[in-house]
């Protein structure tokens, strides 16, 4: 017996709704100007998926003695973009933003540049482009 999902969502459990969906605006995704008051919001993803977020009170509100996670790294995001250059330019302009840089870009040995930011809950988010051949 099985089943089979018909949509995908991830789902970022915030600190500050109104920083993480400015540092997601930046990247580019469309989030909406109003949503910093929703107690739950998603936007679309490329390929149909959908990114939630949810601020903490929202989980909070449903779940008996809710404790916020603590520290960084349980999870990471990665954003595909079309040529190198744009990579460089995401990595430069969420920096700009105030986003914390893990690592600049670089050409990693796979084939690809490469960067990774931090979103403002600690969620690593990788930034990715094919390399020429």
Known sequence: MGFRSTSTVI??????????????RALGLE????????????????????LAFDP????ASFTPNYT?????????????????????????????TGAPSVHEPFDAF???RYATVTDPDGT???LFAALPS
């Not at 970022?12 to 400015?22: E, P, Q, S, Y």
């Not at 989030?31 to 959908?50: F, K, M, Q, W, Y």
């Open 110 to 112: 796979w084939g690809q």
């Open 11 to 24: 789902e970022i459990v915030t600190a500050d709704l109104g920083k993480a969906l400015a540092f997601y």
């Open 56 to 59: 903490e009170s929202t989980i």
């Open 68 to 96: 916020p996670p603590t520290g960084e790294g349980r999870m990471a995001l990665a954003f595909g973009f079309d040529t190198p250059a744009e990579v460089d330019e995401a990595h430069a302009a969420l920096v700009a």
């Open 31 to 50: 989030v909406p100007e109003s949503a910093e008051g929703e107690p739950h919001v998603e936007v679309p993803l490329p390929g149909g998926n959908r």
């Open 124 to 126: 690593h988010v990788d």
